[in-house]
């Protein structure tokens, strides 16, 4: 079965002489509906109840990070759309801030907004995918389809701003590539008002839903100690309860001229930090989102969006770690310049790769049913795991 | 669990799965949003021409306006797009061989149409690009030597160049700039 | 249909030395051959179409609406591509047991409409143990499911087949127990018997008889969902965990088998919920007096009320509410359903002790409480309609409309 790398050991306890078991050896093969992309799970189980779960990552490994060092500094961003391409917008965003801060270039104030208003917009697609994936992957196939109906319409936006849907390349670096087209602002503003309602009709259809809370409370408890332990970043690390927002704490662009709340979870339908815990957060977070587009699109100043970066872009050599709170969490760039027009090393932190470490601990003496449900509830994507 | 946690199941499961029942009942009600591609729209109206400007579909260049500068065979990441131009004075210029693009690399990311300086190579609003081999998906631009187009101090007269040119100009003029005048 | 074939017997429309026997195992050959070919099958695929459209509506899409007049020959193009599919079968699998299973399964589901009472003339055999051999026989797919999980030589598959026949044995209680207080009602098992107790109209119908009857209602209703493997309970098929369950290894015919005998299952059902509880074929007694069209009539009922509350009901439910992991489902039928159970064929019998001939102002209380309820209902999904602003050109009652939403 292809366990290379992976002998484990099989238990045959004989139960002091009654029949004698054997633990059963799943491979949760990369070819599989619900994991979230191409993952491979080796699964040890006794029965449905599982002693433990092993995570196989590397499928879709694409060596984004060296490809880096080879297309240069502008070229590059496409390839960031990629890292994530669930949520490409925040990518995109960090790139340029780290090129930005290397490059001692600053960013016009319209350009930040722009790429505020694109980075929650992405937030809301993001979270509209994760928690359809969920709903579909605890059985309920409707909500899936109609958050991906309302992220075509996102898409829609999108279209209009950049000309792609889902891999942005919007932003620049000093700015982003496009400046909000004509009459876009009331759309935006349409769909947000169109879509504020939807969001609870979601809650009303699953979120309280008797058998959804019942597959997802007291599921893959994790408390804010183990949390931050095992480095868990965004909805993740609040669903735990630790308030902890890179927009809040360490803010970057725009972020601290508008308002808004870090939703966190507070283990209202059973303990803190369990699956519904990371769910509801999430749900809240698109209604946050939802209040900081408004409030850009009612800040955002005239002016240029992009500062003047030459084509030919040298930065002057040196490192930079930059970090953007993207809708799976914290992703940390760490890029170096040695003062050519190629970077030296990039390197990418993100929080799905810490997320499935997670898996193997909590995995334990939970059933088949219940990993389904914790892979979902960490909103893991392959492409952020792989790179 | 006592009477009153059983009995409060029983009703939270109730009142939940009720709820979820009306909001699905609401569906079917609904009109379905599908677009039913490939059909036409109203008015026989293809998809394509209703997706913005913006729109990152397939590549096209436009050769009358294409000044052979290579900033797009320089910008592109992946090497897609390959150009053979020579300076011959017996033409009395530039003069292009070839202009291939290779549509089953390019990952229609923009960076060609960015640093264009007519706007001749752009994205289109096609995207149906499907065929049955790979050779098909080079797009040759070239079908006969050509003469780089010199782009006029004085602004374009030619009446068959300057829509096109109209039109490059427009696209390359989407793009941000940092010299942007203060909008509304 | 015994009366029918002694009846030809007796006015010498069978040969003279054919026996008795016969003469009834034709006639049961070609009627249930009619029945199966021309109403299981063509029902079991149909449904797959009233199936994909109403999911598609439910989920803001249209569903199949190319091949036939707005999708209705898919079926028949689905049923065809299966048919010539290959037919693969694992080298490592049991293969005599892996051919068999999904006819067990089909036996399992055909063959409980030999006692299914489409009209009040119109059922093959209306035996006096009717009711008991109906949840005999749908006990039968057990067998092929097992069968199927074990014989796929896949953990996935076997694990598939161990939750269904934990699922199926153990909803067979709680199922069984709600159609007692029925049984105890009507006095006989058989199934014309049963719905010659009830009556046309909605107060009449054993729904209504009594409180503990309606609740035996709700609890037969969600064994037999559990029993036909339909989400909330389709975790032998639970399509994000494993693959496609027991019938994962399957392709071709096989699998359409087993699908098929799904689908069709939500009839029985059906029919099995409205021979119980919703009154069966009856029709108020004044609308007809000719046979031919008094059978038309009562055929129609049943069948619409079968559909409605068997079919529809449950692929409603099914694209609403999400599935629930094995010990819940279990947690469900043995701490829930089984006890509650109890609760109302006791109910049920000391009701007939107290009130030996029924009290009509409780079946009328009980309708009117279930016609308000339904009006609640209604008024709650206006309530969802009016919050997601939603106006007259968002909506459409048409179920084939394929009007978009205005851009």
Redesign the interface.
Same mark, same amino acid.
Not at chain 2, 16 to 36: C, F, M, N, Q, W
């Given at each position: 079965m292809g366990l290379s790398g992976f002998e484990v050991s099989i238990e045959r306890p004989t139960n002091g002489g009654g029949l004698a078991t054997e633990d059963m050896t799943l491979s949760m093969g990369p070819q599989h509906p619900s994991t979230h992309g191409v993952l491979r799970f080796v699964v040890r189980a006794d029965g449905e109840v599982m002693k433990e779960a092993i995570p196989d990552i590397g499928y879709l490994h694409r060596s984004i990070e060296k490809i880096a060092e080879k297309v240069g500094w502008h070229g590059f961003i496409p390839y960031t759309d990629r890292v994530d391409y669930v949520a490409a917008m925040f990518c995109n965003h960090a790139w340029g801030m780290a090129a930005e801060k290397l490059g001692g270039i600053e960013v016009p104030k319209r350009g930040e907004y722009c790429r505020v208003i694109a980075d929650e917009f992405c937030r809301i697609m993001s979270h509209l995918i994760s928690v359809g994936s969920m709903a579909m992957d605890i059985g309920a196939f409707t909500p899936f389809n109609h958050a991906i109906r309302e992220r075509e319409y996102i898409n829609d936006l999108m279209e209009e701003l950049c000309g792609a849907r889902l891999t942005f390349h919007y932003m620049r670096i000093g700015g982003v590539g496009w400046d909000l087209p004509p009459g876009w602002s009331e759309k935006a503003v349409a769909f947000l008002d169109r879509f504020e309602p939807l969001i609870d009709e979601f809650d009303d259809l699953i979120s309280f839903n008797k058998i959804f809370t019942e597959r997802l409370v007291n599921v893959a408890v994790i408390t804010p100690e183990e949390a931050i332990d095992y480095n868990l970043v965004g909805p993740n690390l609040r669903g735990s309860g630790v308030k902890y927002d890179v927009r809040k704490d360490e803010p970057y662009s725009i972020y601290r001229d508008v308002e808004f709340d870090v939703p966190v979870g507070r283990g209202e339908l059973g303990t803190l930090g369990d699956c519904f815990d990371r769910y509801i957060v999430r749900m809240r977070e698109m209604r946050e989102s939802c209040r900081i587009i408004r409030q850009c699109l009612k800040q955002i100043p005239d002016g240029p969006v992009i500062a003047k970066v030459p084509r030919n872009f040298k930065p002057p050599a040196g490192d930079t770690y930059v970090r953007v709170e993207s809708a799976r969490g914290d992703q940390g760039w760490y890029v170096v310049s040695d003062g050519t027009a190629f970077p030296y090393r990039c390197r990418i932190r993100t929080g799905s790769f810490t997320a499935i470490s997670m898996i193997q601990k909590v995995s334990r003496n939970l059933m088949l049913a219940d990993l389904i449900a914790v892979i979902a509830s960490f909103d893991l994507v392959a492409p952020e795991i792989d790179r | 669990m006592g009477l009153g946690g059983y009995l409060r199941?029983?009703k939270?499961?109730v009142a /939940?799965?009720?709820?979820?029942? !009306?909001? /699905? !009942?609401?569906?079917?009600?609904?009109?379905? &949003? /599908?677009?039913?591609y490939p059909d036409r729209l109203e008015g026989d109206v293809r998809i394509q021409d209703t997706?913005?400007f913006? &729109?990152?579909g397939i590549l096209e260049v436009d050769l009358e306006i294409c000044t052979g500068c290579l900033a797009c065979e320089r !910008?592109?990441?992946i090497d897609c797009i390959v150009i053979d131009a020579a300076k011959d004075k017996a033409a009395g210029g530039l003069v292009m061989t070839r202009f291939d693009i290779d549509m089953g690399k390019c990952? &229609?990311?923009?960076?060609c149409s960015?640093?264009c300086p007519t706007g001749a190579i752009h994205?289109t609003p096609e995207f149906e690009g499907a065929d049955y081999s790979l050779e098909s998906l080079v797009r040759r631009f070239v079908k006969a030597p050509a003469i780089a187009y010199k782009p006029k101090k004085a602004g374009e007269t030619d009446p068959e160049i300057l829509p096109v040119l109209e039109r490059g100009m427009r696209y390359v003029g989407?793009? !941000?700039?940092?010299?942007?005048p203060?909008?509304? | 249909m015994q009366e029918f074939v002694d009846g030809l017997i007796a006015s010498g429309g069978v040969p003279a030395g054919v026996p008795a026997w016969v003469a009834y195992l034709g006639a049961m050959l070609v009627f249930g051959g009619v029945v199966v070919f021309g109403f299981v099958l063509p029902i079991a695929g149909v449904t797959t179409w009233v199936e994909r459209r109403i999911m598609a509506r439910i989920h803001s899409r249209i569903g199949p609406n190319r091949t036939g007049p707005a999708g209705f020959l898919q079926w028949l193009a689905d049923g065809i591509k299966n048919m010539l599919k290959e037919d693969i079968i694992p080298t490592a699998s049991d293969a005599p047991l892996f051919k068999m299973a999904p006819y067990v399964v089909m036996v399992g589901f055909v063959g409980a409409f030999v006692a299914i009472p489409f009209a009040g003339p119109l059922i093959i055999s209306d035996m006096n143990v009717g009711i008991v051999y109906v949840t005999s026989v749908t006990a039968l797919v057990v067998v092929g499911i097992l069968m199927a999980g074990w014989a796929s030589n896949n953990k996935w598959s076997l694990l598939g087949g161990i939750r269904s026949a934990a699922q199926i044995v153990s909803y067979e209680i709680p199922a069984g127990l709600s159609i007692f207080p029925i049984v105890m009602l009507t006095g006989s098992l058989s199934m014309q018997t049963i719905i010659g107790h009830q009556g046309w109209a909605p107060w009449d119908w054993h729904v209504f008889d009594n409180p503990f009857a309606t609740v035996a209602f709700l609890v037969f209703y969600v064994s037999a969902l559990a029993e036909g493997n339909r989400t909330p309970f389709d975790l032998p098929e639970a399509d994000s965990e494993l693959v496609a369950g027991f019938a994962t290894e399957y392709s071709g015919m096989r699998n359409l088998l087993f699908f098929m005998a799904e689908w069709g299952n939500l009839y029985v059902i059906g029919a099995i919920v409205t021979t119980l509880f919703l009154g069966g074929w009856q029709i108020p007694w004044a609308l007809a007096d000719a046979p031919v069209l008094r059978t038309v009539l009562q055929f129609t009922t049943f069948f619409l009320k079968a559909y409605f509350v068997g079919v529809l009901v449950a692929i409603w439910i099914r694209w609403t509410l999400p599935r629930v992991r094995v010990d819940q489902m279990m947690t469900m039928c043995w701490k829930y359903l089984v006890p509650i159970a109890f609760v109302n064929l006791i109910g049920t019998a000391v009701w007939m002790v107290v009130f030996p001939h029924g009290v009509p102002l409780v079946h009328y209380v009980l309708a009117g409480a279930a016609g308000i309820l339904t009006l609640g209902f209604l008024r709650r999904v206006r309530y969802h309609i009016k919050r997601a602003k939603l106006t007259r050109k968002h909506l459409s009652f048409n179920p084939l409309s394929t009007a978009r939403v205005p851009l």
């Open positions: - | 199941n029983l939270e499961a /939940t799965i009720a709820d979820g029942l !009306a909001v /699905t !009942a609401s569906h079917l009600v609904r009109k379905p &949003y /599908t677009v039913e997706l913005p913006r &729109y990152r !910008a592109c990441p990952m &229609y990311c923009g960076l960015e640093p994205h989407e793009f !941000a700039s940092p010299d942007a203060e909008k509304e | -």
